[in-house]
């Protein structure tokens, strides 16, 4: 297996797999439902045009269970270790709306479909810091408007963050790990054929192969509490086998 303190540039994608194991529903295990809703109800512009206050109590939901529930797990913080003690460029893309990578001390990271923690404002579309519900009666702190507050969430149909530079980073780097997502969803499910094509080894870390052939040069099948820390820290790994 690649020891990832070989390589100068480093690019991790980690989907919903990675916050399973904190008691984050992943979208695609749960039969097409996301918590009991269909991604049409609650993760599109039209659900929040059509039903602006559903959409709202399903996000004031995954809210709040974050803030209650959730805490990073053994797969957050070895990300974090190693983005600490690696000497190269590391960047962390996350398709996630939690903030456990940020928990668990990640620092160079995108959220490519939004945070959880934050809202948008429909009038001036600044991005603000938001741990509270949010109603169609909230009144937005920087514009005065009530009702023009929405999550800051990237919804199906809407165009991902920060595209320009994740293309930049993927272009130069030479190890590319795609973690706990289904690659079902793009265009986060071309970063590994972009990642390749620039000269990139690519691995994948995932509970189980994604489609019938992987086409990853290489993967390793199991949690994510197990594998990450396996593959980002072999040290400790060899520490455990030799006890
Ligand atoms: N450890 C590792 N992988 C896991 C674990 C685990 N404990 N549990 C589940 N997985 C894997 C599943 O096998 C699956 O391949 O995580 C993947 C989760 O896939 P999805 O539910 O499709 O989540 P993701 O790929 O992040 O979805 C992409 O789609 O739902 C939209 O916008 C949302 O960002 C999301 C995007």
């Known amino acids: ?13 980690t989907g919903a797999g990675i916050s399973a194991e904190s008691g984050l529903k992943t979208f695609r295990d749960s039969g097409g439902l996301w918590e009991g809703h269909s991604i049409e109800e609650v993760a599109t512009p039209n659900a929040f045009n059509r039903n602006p206050d559903l959409v709202h109590t399903f ?5 709040k269970q974050l803030l209650d529930e959730a805490a990073p797990n053994t797969a957050h913080m070895a990300l974090a270790d190693f983005e600490k003690n690696f000497e190269g460029n590391f ?3 996350t398709q996630n709306v939690d903030n456990l ?3 668990a001390g990640s620092q160079n990271i995108f959220h490519m479909h939004g945070e959880l923690l934050k809202a948008r404002c429909l009038e001036c579309r600044q991005s603000i810091d938001w741990d509270q519900k949010l109603e169609t009666s909230t009144v937005s702190p920087c514009c005065n408007i009530k009702g023009s507050l ?5 919804w ?3 165009i991902p963050m920060h595209m320009k530079q994740i293309e930049q980073i993927l272009e130069q780097c030479d190890l590319f790990v795609s973690i706990g997502t289904s690659g079902q969803v793009y265009p986060a499910a071309g970063f590994m054929q972009m990642a ?6 690519t691995v994948e870390l ?5 489609g019938r052939y992987s086409r990853f040069d290489h993967a390793i099948y199991g949690p994510a509490t197990k594998i990450v820390r396996q593959f980002f820290d072999p040290a400790s790994e060899e520490k455990v086998n030799q006890q």
């Open 1 to 13: 297996m690649l020891n990832p303190y070989d390589f100068n540039s480093v690019v991790v994608l």
């Open 59 to 63: 996000y004031n939901l995954r809210r």
């Open 91 to 93: 960047t962390l893309i």
């Open 101 to 103: 990578h940020e928990q």
């Open 150 to 154: 929405r999550p800051d969430i990237v």
């Open 156 to 158: 199906f149909g809407e």
């Open 196 to 201: 390749s094509f620039a000269g990139a080894k």
């Open 206 to 210: 995932n509970l189980e192969a994604c």
